[in-house]
Structures are given as structure tokens and as C-alpha cells.
């Protein structure tokens, strides 16, 4: 069965503070994919990232990055300097080869003060 | 054009009310999703177009009709709702291919809906 797990509820850091989100996954399928949503108090939600389990190279987008270790099903988001337009919800999710559908995690509540 | 739009943005409804909620995307893609999401919940999957036909329904009440007339355009229709069906409900797309291949999914602004 498929389980995705941010188990940070909320987070509030300083602005210019480093901040990392958690997300644990569980899938049995050895190709599945692995994605980063940001959702705005707007309401829609924004594709950061997918990546594929066959590539596990981390990834860094400006002041995003993003650390996938396959031994410890984790796939970490990182943001660096914070600013207050980061105050967002940011869902991980994960799909599984043919599946239509994401499965996403509870989602975890980031406020970055100015 | 990597927009997918939604309208109207906000709907006040009756009980008794029908109303439709439009997506719109203009990206190519041929996977259509709904999803309803309730305050400080994720996403819930409720329907999902695959070329126009519909592939998945997650039980989702009669009450609730997803209607996909072509490739850009997805429907939802709306009847006798009930007040628990208040919440905003987002539309998506994504690129669709053969294989095991998945591809992100781009999702609209969302109808924000309350059923009186």
C-alpha cells in the first residue's frame, strides 16, 4: 500500500532561516514517482518538482532543493534564506507506475515571519 | 500556455440548486482529474479522464457528474448537494503517455463552493 507521511504538522521560522520539510514514503513498487506541491492561502496548488525512483541525483532550484534517499524512502525539501512569500501549505505526494492517481500527504503548514 | 482554468471561482448554492463547475486547459494533455479538498485536508481524488472516457470514480455520490465533452474541457455537475460538500474543489490535467511513464499534474485555482 502506498502512505505518504510529513509528519511536521507546522513550522514558523525567522525569514532568511534555513528550513527543511520531511516527507516518508511507502510504496512496494520499485518505479514510482515522487512530487513537491506548494499551495498558497489562494487556494491552487503549485508543481515544484517530480522525481523518478530510478534517479535518485538531489536537485537545486534557486533557493529550493530537494534530497531523495531511496535507503530511508525520504524525499526532503529544503528551502534556503526563506522569505515570506514561501508561507504556504507544501503536500509530497507519490504515484506509482501506471496509477492515475497521487497520493498525498497530510501536508505541512509553513509560516515564514517577518 | 501551462494554465489550467476554473470558473466560476466562487459558488453559493441551494440544496435544491444545479449548477456546473468548468476546467479548461489548453496544454495538449489527456488526463483530466477532480479533486475536492476540505480546510487544512489534502487533495481527495474524486474523478479522473483518460482521452475523454472516464477511468476513475472514487465513489463519489450520483449526486456529483463529471462530464468530459473533449480533450480541453471538463465538467462537473452539480446536484441536491449537501451542506458537507462545501469545500474547493480543484481541477487538473497531466500529459498523458503509454507506459509506466507518469507525468506531473498542473492543477487550476479551484471553485470555492458552499452549499447552503
Known amino acids: 500500500a502506498q502512505k505518504v507521511t510529513q509528519a511536521q504538522t507546522e513550522i514558523s521560522v525567522v525569514e532568511k532561516e534555513d528550513v527543511t520539510l520531511d516527507c516518508v514514503y511507502e510504496?512496494?513498487?520499485?518505479?514510482?514517482?515522487l512530487f513537491w506541491y506548494k499551495q498558497p492561502p489562494s487556494g491552487e496548488l503549485v508543481f515544484l518538482i517530480r522525481?523518478?525512483?530510478?534517479?535518485?541525483q538531489n536537485e537545486i532550484s534557486g533557493r529550493y532543493s530537494w534530497n531523495f534517499q531511496k535507503s530511508t524512502s525520504s524525499f526532503n525539501f529544503t528551502i534556503t534564506a526563506s522569505q515570506v512569500v514561501d508561507s504556504a501549505v507544501y503536500f509530497c505526494a507519490l504515484s506509482e507506475a501506471g496509477d492515475d492517481k497521487i497520493i498525498f500527504g497530510k501536508g505541512t503548514r509553513l509560516h515564514i515571519l517577518p | 500556455d501551462t494554465e489550467v482554468t476554473q470558473t466560476p471561482k466562487h459558488l453559493v448554492m441551494g440544496m435544491t440548486n444545479k449548477k456546473s463547475l468548468k476546467c479548461e486547459q489548453h496544454?495538449?494533455?489527456?488526463?483530466m482529474y477532480w479533486y475536492k479538498q476540505k480546510a487544512k485536508k489534502p487533495p481527495e481524488l474524486m474523478f479522473v479522464?483518460?482521452?475523454?472516457?472516464?477511468?476513475i470514480n472514487e465513489s463519489v455520490p450520483s449526486r456529483f457528474s463529471p462530464e468530459c465533452p473533449n480533450s480541453s474541457l471538463l465538467n462537473l455537475h452539480l446536484h441536491a448537494l449537501q451542506p458537507e460538500d462545501s469545500a474547493l474543489y480543484l481541477c487538473?490535467?497531466?500529459?498523458?503517455?503509454?507506459?509506466?511513464?507518469?507525468?506531473?499534474?498542473?492543477f487550476g485555482p479551484g471553485t470555492r463552493l458552499t452549499v447552503l
Open positions: 496544454m495538449g494533455h489527456r488526463a
Open positions: 479522464y483518460s482521452y475523454e472516457k472516464l477511468s
Open positions: 510504496t512496494r513498487d520499485t518505479t514510482y514517482y
Open positions: 522525481r523518478n525512483s530510478f534517479d535518485e
Open positions: 487538473a490535467s497531466s500529459h498523458r503517455t503509454s507506459g509506466n511513464f507518469y507525468n506531473e499534474q498542473f
